[in-house]
């Protein structure tokens, strides 16, 4: 096998526990494309989809990378991503073992301090680390790695932390690696395919880690890809019989300054390609506006979920919702309205729960759902 410069490795995490079968890790796909363009060679491997996962790690061992990459997909360190990352060490491999994702950039202390197995944690977005850790590796010179940005490490058992570069936009993002289509028998019917149209979310809900990473590790609290970008990228699926997909912006409909504009040219273009899909969205119940609704619906949208939260005014201001009851109820008639799935997330047991919010919180939700 040829040698690659860098593996990413998403180790298997209950990604079965929402859906029936993993979706796929963009994340991956947009780091191994981005260090492609830089000139690297790379490699993807999904635990999930492997027949036996010490045969792949014995093929990816051998193919000498610089680095590996684990990526963290729950908001804790999972036991198997110690399991695998253990096991690339007995099998010999000395370079380097980096981990990240959203979930590992909040507590990469605890990562650190309890896995002496890996090097570093990429902390916000990792395609800029990940670029200069390989830089250095190439030309020998890996002290100079400890001073690259967006880096936490264990240093004379003390946990550093560099400062965030926060330069990445995702405006011009080529579109993710999928080299994995080719690599996996029946992947087509293992896999939930996904675009990212966006990243970040304006909300500043108190539960939730989004805003809060991107207000911390990015200039952009929320950006979308150039439309052309996105409408090649669901070229590229439909002509891999792909039909369904989701969109997995936190946020579909973001920055209200253009989004009707933004919109508007995203169905002009998928309605010229004339293309038969369909596809899911997620978002606030105040971006929720019915004429945009209706010309998605005409180009393939057939499904919501609507961050709903609550049908309490007390809890709503208490996770800092920044919306009303009478938001969440016409976002919810709007989209029945012109008969499109809805999937309505809830939160109904927190720290703070009572019995009688819990009352009008079922009152509320069952006959509008």
Not at 213 to 221: T, V
């Amino acid at each position: 096998m040829n040698s690659i410069d860098i593996a990413l490795i998403q180790p298997k995490q209950n990604e079965n526990a929402t859906f029936d079968k993993p979706i796929e890790n963009l994340g991956m796909g947009f780091l191994s494309s981005f260090l492609k363009n830089e000139g690297f060679k790379t490699d993807i491997v999904y635990e999930e989809l492997e027949k036996d996962l010490d045969v792949a790690l014995d093929q990816i061992i051998s193919r000498k990378p610089l680095v590996i990459g684990l990526a963290v997909i729950t908001y804790y360190y999972h036991i198997n991503i110690k399991q695998v990352a253990k096991k690339i060490r007995r099998k010999g491999y000395n370079g380097y073992i980096v981990v990240g994702g959203h979930g590992a950039s909040f507590f990469a202390d605890t990562i650190l301090e309890n896995d002496h197995n890996i090097d570093f944690v990429a902390v916000g977005l990792a395609e800029l680390p990940l670029k200069e850790i390989l830089v250095l590796c190439k030309k020998g010179r890996h002290s100079e790695i400890f001073n690259i940005d967006s880096l936490a490490y264990r240093k004379n058992n003390t946990i550093k932390h560099n400062p965030i570069n926060k330069s990445l936009s995702i405006k011009k993002t080529p579109m993710p690696d999928r080299c994995y289509l080719k690599k996996y028998d029946d992947v087509y019917e293992k896999m939930i395919f996904a675009i990212s149209a966006s990243r970040g979310c304006f909300g500043k809900c108190k539960f939730c880690s989004i805003g809060n990473f991107y207000r911390i590790y990015s200039n952009q609290i929320w950006e979308h890809r150039d439309i052309n970008m996105i409408i090649d990228e669901v070229v590229f699926l439909y002509n891999q019989n792909i039909r369904n997909f989701i969109f997995v912006d936190d946020e579909f409909f973001g920055n209200k300054d253009n989004t009707e504009l933004r919109i508007d040219e995203l169905c002009s273009k998928l309605k010229e390609k004339n293309m038969n899909i369909s596809f899911a969205i997620s978002c606030r119940v105040d971006s929720i506006n019915k004429n945009m609704l209706l010309k998605l619906k005409k180009v393939g949208l057939n499904h919501i979920f609507l961050g709903v939260e609550f049908f309490t005014k007390e809890e709503l201001q208490l996770y800092n919702k920044q919306t009303t009851i009478i938001d969440s109820v016409q976002a919810i008639k709007t989209i029945k309205s012109i008969g499109l799935s809805l999937q309505c997330g809830f939160i109904m047991f927190h720290p703070y729960t009572s019995l009688i919010n819990i009352k009008k919180n079922l009152e509320m939700s069952m006959p509008l759902t």
